[in-house]
């Protein structure tokens, strides 16, 4: 399946450079338009309807959001490329939304693409999320996740724990939800321990807030409000002492 790729970006450098990257390493990519005008960027979305946009969000006239909100209903994948720093690389990884850190690294770019083939359509407000955890400088209280053709808002109150499955994560929430992400176990730690989750086992990452119980003696594990049991590697203990203090 080919791709009708659009590059966004108001530096010519970086156009170039995202051009000649996709045309070596994604042959899956077919470029229809390319520029660095942000006007006419959203002239060639209307007018060449592409699979797949790289766009980039800092640019005169018509920022990033300001030239999805012109645009309307989002019927195409979207790559943001950007050189923002770590708060904002967060907040990426809350909403979802793929993006890439400028200077590009070819094997992030080939698995951006790779995604986008598999995924299904944007979710407007997923690009409304992220613009506002930006211009809030706060992260959000909710991931947003895949799930059957579209995408749930889950609140991060109900996660339970966070299990490894390979590259990929499964999530398992109340109510008996489950989710799976296209990230891996180590991705998810990055932006959910500084909200209350903690790495207990190199298999799970536990919301601690939903902790019920703690087995001690061998093979020391948790159980969790769902009633499932958690395993506890031994060099994580001292770290469940030094945050509760009631081991």
Known sequence: ?????????????????????????????????????????????????PDLVFLDIEMPRLN?????????ELFFQLVFV?????????????????YLLKPIDVEELKAAVSKATRQQRIDGRQVAMLQRQLQERQLADKIAVPYQNGIVFLALKDILYCEADNNYTRVIATQNRHFLLTRTLREVQHFLEERNF???????????DQIKMFMKGEGQYLIMNNEVSIPVARQQKEKLIQRFGWL
Do not use: W
């Open 1 to 49: 399946m080919m791709l009708r790729t659009i590059l966004i970006d108001d530096e010519q450098d970086c156009v170039n450079l995202l051009a000649r990257e996709l045309t070596l390493h994604c042959p899956q990519i077919e470029i229809i338009g390319q520029t660095t005008s942000s006007p006419e960027g959203l002239r060639l979305i209307q007018q060449q309807q």
């Open 64 to 72: 990033g959001f300001q030239l999805l909100e012109k645009v309307g």
């Open 82 to 98: 950007t050189a923002y720093n770590e708060y904002a690389v967060k907040a990426f990884r809350y909403s979802a939304l793929d």
């Open 198 to 208: 903690m790495r207990v086992h190199r298999q799970f990452l536990i919301n601690l």
